[in-house]
């Protein structure tokens, strides 16, 4: 028996592997030490036997209710994702599997690799309507990548799309996928009517150090990064200081930051309703593309999510509230679950990336019924 996370994203530490019923893990913290919960790892073992792990420090992770009604991921080709009998108790997680190949990956949601996303802006980079924009370095040196769609006409919307701010929610990376590849789809009458409107601009992977790392929700030094748009530094925050600054420089009409939540089993949008320049006009657009969206997916549902903010008590730290203040613009921050998504339970694959990047292909529809309205 033996178990790796010596790979892009990986993330476990062994402790005891001596008994086959008992194999003892811990999930290894972001740098900083202050978050911890994503983990992805290698076993290899005896085709036929059950394998018991359990993971020792769960008790301790950044959002103990995920554990509640949670499944692990798991895979033996690294394409097909499916749920493992996992439970948490006093502290400890626990997963049991039963191995049908040599060696199973299984992972707290399906992995968005490095090499991956070097494969989707190598292939979407072919299209004629996109160009590829490098926006700069983060920390270890990774370049911070921008797709740019359509001509840049002064007189269209400019709609900013952006995932993985906290690198372990990687059904956001999932979703973009999805989504970009409608949009680039020729017989997609809903992609070529919004790119008569809109000019678009998405940073697939906003944390690609965080990601390679294996952290859940920081950069390589330990910042979240949806809690520096206010005042980014290239010491702490590279990766949204070179965002803003594009996005000074093009304007944004609409704002869409793409997440998972650990905790609540939906699909739901979090918006901008405490920023201090929040008004009706931006109330109306944020009702439409909602409705929009439950029509366009049933996975989507506005009756449960976030608290919403009072007037005026925003924090401005986050993307959402501080792109639609600056910019006076509709902004949103979708989030996915890591578990099944309690609107539509699929008890074998639960949440997973065919339905992220389902949802990523309904985000436009959404977009383009309030495109018109955005200015």
Known sequence: MRITANFDAGNIDVINVKDKNNIQLAIRPDVGGEFFQWFNFRLSGQIGEQYILNIMNAGEASYLEGWENYQAVASYDRQEWFRVPTSYTDGTLTIAVELECDTIQIAYFAPYSYERHQDLLAAVQTHPLVTLEHLGETLDKRDLSLVKIGDAAANKRNIWITARQHPGETMAEWLVEGLLYAL?????????????????????????????????????????LNREWESPSLEKSPEVFHVIRKMKETGVDLFYDVHGDEALPYVFLAGSQGTPSYN????????????????????FQSEVGYEIDAPNTANMTVATNWVAEYFDCLANTLEMPFKDNDNLPDDEMGWSPERSIKLGEASLIAMLAVVDDLR
């Open 184 to 224: 680039l789809d020729s017989d997609n009458a809903t992609a070529k009517s919004l790119l008569d409107k809109a000019n678009i601009y998405i940073v697939p992977n906003m944390n690609p150090d965080g990601s390679v790392r294996g952290h859940l929700r920081t950069n390589a030094v330990g910042t979240n």
């Open 280 to 299: 009706d006009k931006l109330a109306t657009l944020r009702d439409k593309f909602s409705e929009v969206l439950k029509l366009a997916s049933a996975d």
